[in-house]
């Protein structure tokens, strides 16, 4: 599954997103809607990581999901 398919199924993939990051809130999801990079920042400032940290949780969450 590449990104396009992942913001195209965005209201399908928020459950799985909610599992991984908890700490997002449905209202946070509702403002990322399917943009990698709003991701990419929410899970950086959810959790305090690096953005370097948060974009390879990000692209290791798009590889389980294949």
Known sequence: MNWDEIAGNWKQMTGNIQQQW???TNDDL???DGQREELVGKVQARY???KEEAQKQVDDFLKSCR
């Open 22 to 24: 908890g700490k997002l």
């Open 30 to 32: 509702d403002v990322i």
């Open 48 to 50: 305090g990581i690096s």
